[in-house]
């Protein structure tokens, strides 16, 4: 009983507080769904194709332009532009061409619909979950990043509703071609996007697999701190992250001529300057080590406190890859992330009391310090919010994976498995594509079950040692990750 009344709660709370939040933006709750229905919606070809080639059948959808075709790994692989109103409810005006790529298998196998939470890989490395149904994967680049950037950036129009509003006419437009079960998937802030996406449009896909789902609440949520500092890894670990970091705040006039060197490089620190955006390196470090790196049993290869000023500035530069990060050049590449995380996204809580006494900058690393420069940022946790309720009470089909080595987990979202929802938390890893493969019995052969159930699909599992192991697209894409 008391599980029903919850349920029917939260089903009057996020239909009531959705409709209270669209209404104070100037229009109604369902007022984003008629103009998708009345005018965004691509106008499908009227020829009889089902018998053509994929390409041809590509070629004829409206609005799509295919840019190239390649042949890799058993798929055709096609990048293509997409054209999406800048504004879906005001699908009339400016336009832009969204960046999507497609590994085609079979127009009879699943589909899995990978949003991306930033700008698109360009080689084919398929999710997981493309890789164990051995299905179709078509990736959404995020729109304001990459080749998704629209000629007058209108930065008002980079919202969670809008990209998920992206996704929904991406699957409209594909779906006629594809016959099989639709699922999405997502990792990191790919993850946080799959699960507004079927928020907002809760019958494009029929199941959702997300790994290390970003999820913050604020500007700077202090679980994430808390967690880094108590609980990730084990305590030797964090010990000797803590003292690398006060080493190199303590010497800090040591390390940082060090940063000249990134002027041969092209790279330049006008924004931040190289005194913040060292320390600023320094701070996020134990996070960005744990996000990437925990898993791979590099604690045992962490440079001494006492060694070298080069040595030191090599191991925070290649942590943190500063000239990727903080230069003037990535933060004009990073400004959407740094957009979306002061609006709507929030930021991680990076912690710092134990370094306070050196920190000449403290509370300042948070998304609202960083470009768009000269662009309003107001702060609005609602969207978020409506999500989070909806997973942890309404959503249905979804599998979160998460690892105990990543600080994400300290804010992951959470689901009801009396709702066919479940949320994993994987030992000894950072819950990145791959671990959903690598979990104990019987966990892992009653949540492939589930997922084969979901995409009406046999799993495609490798026996004995090699299916304990991250799987070789997965170490691809942890590479491309973390070249971002």
């Not at 507004?196 to 679980?223: E, I, K, M, W």
């Not at 041969?264 to 996000?291: C, M, Y």
């Not at 000239?323 to 003037?328: A, G, N, Q, V």
Request: charged letters at 20%; glycine letters at 8%; a negative charge.
């Amino acid at each position: 009983m008391r599980s029903g009344l919850k349920r029917h709660w939260a089903r009057f709370a996020v239909g009531g507080l959705l409709g209270a939040w669209l209404l104070a933006c100037g229009g109604s709750a369902t007022e984003g769904l008629e103009s998708l229905e009345q005018g965004t919606a691509p106008t499908q070809v009227s020829v009889d194709l089902s018998s053509a080639d994929i390409r041809t059948r590509l070629e004829a959808i409206d609005g799509l332009t295919v840019l190239s075709e390649v042949e890799v790994n058993g798929f055709r692989f096609f990048t293509m532009d997409f054209e999406q109103p800048v504004d879906h409810l005001r699908p009339w005006g400016t336009r832009f061409q969204q960046r999507v790529t497609l590994m085609h298998r079979s127009v009879t196998a699943p589909m899995v619909l990978d949003t991306e939470g930033a700008y698109i890989f360009e080689e084919p490395i398929p999710a997981e979950p493309t890789d164990l149904l051995q299905g179709n994967q078509l990736t959404v680049e995020h729109r304001f990043h990459g080749a998704s950037k629209p000629a007058s950036m209108d930065w008002r129009k980079l919202t969670v509703w809008q990209a998920a509003a992206d996704a929904h006419r991406v699957v409209e437009a594909f779906k006629p071609l594809y016959g099989g079960r639709w699922l999405s998937t997502g990792v990191f802030k790919g993850g946080t996007a799959a699960l507004a996406h079927r928020f907002f449009f809760p019958n494009d896909v029929h199941a959702t697999v997300t790994y290390a789902a970003q999820h913050s609440r604020g500007l700077h949520d202090a679980r994430h701190g808390r967690y880094l500092l108590t609980k990730v890894g084990d305590a030797a670990c964090r010990q000797q992250l803590a003292s690398l970091q006060y080493a190199a705040l303590t010497r800090r006039d040591e390390l940082l001529p060090f940063m000249d060197g990134y002027d041969a490089q092209g790279f330049t620190f006008n924004v931040l300057g190289k005194d913040r955006a060292f320390e600023f390196a320094v701070i996020e470090v134990p996070f960005i080590f744990w996000q990437y790196y925990g898993m791979a049993g590099t604690c045992e290869s962490l440079p001494s406190p006492e060694a070298s000023a080069e040595e030191l500035f090599a191991f925070f530069s290649y942590v943190s890859t500063m000239e990727f990060t903080f230069s003037d050049q990535a933060l004009e590449e990073s400004a959407p992330l740094y957009y979306q995380g002061a609006t709507q996204l929030g930021g991680p809580g990076y912690p710092e009391v134990h370094l306070l006494p050196l920190l000449r900058y403290p509370g300042q690393h948070v998304p609202t310090r960083f470009p768009p420069e000269g662009v309003h940022k107001t702060y609005e946790p609602w969207t978020m919010g409506l999500v989070e309720a909806w997973t942890r009470f309404e959503a249905k089909r979804v599998l979160l994976i998460y690892g105990d080595l990543s600080p994400w987990t300290a804010s992951a979202f959470n689901t009801t498995p009396g709702n066919d929802a479940y949320r994993v938390i994987a030992e000894d890893s950072i819950g990145f594509y791959g671990t959903l493969s690598a979990l104990p019995e019987p966990q892992r052969s009653f949540l492939l079950g589930r997922l084969s159930e979901w995409a009406d699909a046999p799993v495609y599992l490798p026996t004995g040692v090699e299916a304990l192991r991250p799987r070789p697209a997965s170490d691809a894409r942890m590479k491309a990750y973390r070249a971002k």
